[in-house]
């Protein structure tokens, strides 16, 4: 890393022993981004964003919650009507849950078409599967805190999953619940560990930044960067760029939380939990809902669960399935239409999910399972042996200013900046 | 544009607006964020309360648990509010008159929190320290209160203080 010369001379003085300014410099303000990007790129800062957000006012709603039966629905709903303002920070909190998913689902899709998983990103790409998985965890944990139906018998279900496990399946359960059922012991330690978690996804996110600035964002190209004609400083061209990119979400957001604050929720989750009737129609929160429609597709309790699970494992070895060397979509015609197959599957799964497990939406739902990992397993694998790529431009400035003829303008051009 | 006719005023102008709008930003998000610390409706609520004084014969004190904390209610003989009124003013390091202290003077209402670092003085029941002016002794740092709950002694800055109260009839206050 380069030692910068800062104007300020304490910041100098610290920065020879403690060279935090020059790695923040580094990284955040001369740090170099292909020129290219368009605003799916604003994703990963939004989902940044999202997780300070969800870790800020979980924070302040630990301060007013109690994670005991008799008490925790009362204490949300104390939050609700008593505590200064705690209404909005509790809306902020809930969908805030439904926002960075959504963020970070888009994230994922925009990764998947311009093969932002291939060499040599495939940690970067693992990496974010694990922070998928935890979000997974900590937003189910998150969602049994308020104690009320729906919390209490999702609780239930999921957990209930792990008894699918031959053998110690029951064991587990019991060990996970710290007794026979959903009750005070569970609630304590998913208050715990919901506590837990984001941080531990803090943890995992840096790891995905120090992987991402290893060889800088992938582009809609998907081509690499051929040297400085081709990249800009992060400062002030993507701050600025993730800076809008961020009021527009929050403009959004906004309107959720102030107009439409139980949009996503379900109406039984303000209705205590009772251990002794469940209501008759559960369902998970709509980011689970493409998954929770995979496991009830698999008419088979072990099958269902491992195939649940195998929908994220898939994304794991993703890398290794599509060899194509191309990276962008924009450039696989096959690929491209597959692609948006994939989604439409994904938006079809969690549509089943939502829908009661009878009829033709089992049917549709075995179909759109099969299709998810035939995409995966069979088509990447054999499109990245068959398909007849478009041919690549030669730089990431080539089809900006025409030819490479054009690119040492562009790179006298940029002589001020640098 | 070229560098000769940008109007620096006007560039000045919108980096200025833009600021203040963010900073007044800011300050929306985060001022719910700090206030939600502040007492909640619920405790609000239960700020007053109603105590029976008519069962406190003379000599006798009480204790009660106002806004969390002990208020103490001291149903003074004669002599104590004769010495509490013939303090001499220079004697007191936060000089206030026993009759500004109290609505009645055989009823002397308090709080039970010592000025110094919030420990709770002894002196309500028989046989506890009351310290060497007979009113309360803080056994955290040693302040002395009198028959008033002025300081008299330690390191205690002000007197205990008054809470605000009022006699709902005879034998009944609201304090809070």
Known sequence: MQMQNFKNPV???????????????????????????????????????????????????????????????????????DVNHGWLIRYIHMNGASFFFIVVYIHIFRGLYYGSYKAPRELLWILGVMILLLMMATAFMGYVLPWGQMSFWGATVITNLFSAIPFIGESIVVWLWGGFSVDNPTLSRFFALHYLMP?????????????????????????????????IPFHPYYTSKDLFGLVVFLTIFAS??????????????????????????????????????????????????????????????????????????????????????????????????AKPAEGI????????????????????????????????????????????????????REKPDA | MSEATTDKGRRDFIVVATNTMMAVGAAAVVYPLIDQMNPAADTLALASIEVNIAGITEGQAITVKWRGKPVFIRHRTADEIQTAAAA??????????????????ELLVIEGICTHLGCVPLGQKIG?????????????????????????????????????????????????
């Open chain 2, 88 to 105: 001499n003013m220079d004697d007191l390091r936060d000089p206030q008159v026993d009759g500004d202290r109290v609505q009645k003077p």
């Open chain 1, 11 to 81: 910041v100098n003085w610290i920065d020879h022993r403690l060279p935090v300014f020059s790695f923040m410099h580094h990284e955040l303000n001369e740090y170099p981004t292909p020129k290219n990007l368009s605003y799916l790129w604003n994703l990963g800062s939004l989902a940044g964003f999202a997780l300070v957000m969800m870790i800020a006012t979980g924070i302040i709603l630990a301060m007013h919650y109690t994670p005991h039966v008799d008490h925790a629905f009362a204490s949300v709903e104390r939050i609700m009507r």
């Open chain 1, 256 to 353: 959720a939380v102030f107009f439409y604050p139980n949009f996503l929720g379900h109406p039984d989750n303000y209705i205590p939990a009772n251990p002794l009737q469940t209501p008759a129609h559960i369902v998970p929160e709509w980011y689970f809902l493409p998954f929770y429609a995979i496991l009830r597709a698999i008419p088979d309790k072990l099958g269902g669960v491992l195939f649940m699970f195998g929908a994220i494992a898939v994304l794991f070895v993703l890398p290794w399935l599509d060899k194509s060397p191309v990276r962008s979509g924009r450039f696989r015609p096959i690929f491209k239409v597959f692609f948006w197959l994939l989604f439409a599957d994904c938006i079809l799964l969690g549509y089943l999910g």
């Open chain 2, 128 to 176: 506890e320290v009351k310290g060497d002016y007979n009113g309360w002794f803080c056994p955290c740092h040693g302040s002395h209160y009198d028959t008033s709950g002025r300081i008299r002694k330690g390191p205690a800055p002000t007197n205990l203080g008054v809470p605000p109260y009022e006699f709902i009839s005879d034998s009944v206050i609201k304090i809070g």
């Open chain 1, 361 to 412: 939406y089992v049917v549709l739902s075995r179909l759109a399972t099969a299709w998810y990992f035939f995409h995966f397993l069979l088509v990447l694998p054999v499109l990245s042996l068959i398909e007849r790529t478009r041919p690549l431009p030669q730089s990431i400035s080539a089809p900006i200013i025409g030819g490479m003829a054009m690119a040492g303008a562009a790179a006298k």
């Open chain 1, 199 to 231: 941080f531990m996804i803090v943890g995992v996110v840096l790891l995905h930044i120090i992987a991402l600035h290893r060889f800088g964002s992938n582009n809609p190209l998907g081509i690499d960067v051929s040297g400085k004609q081709d990249t």
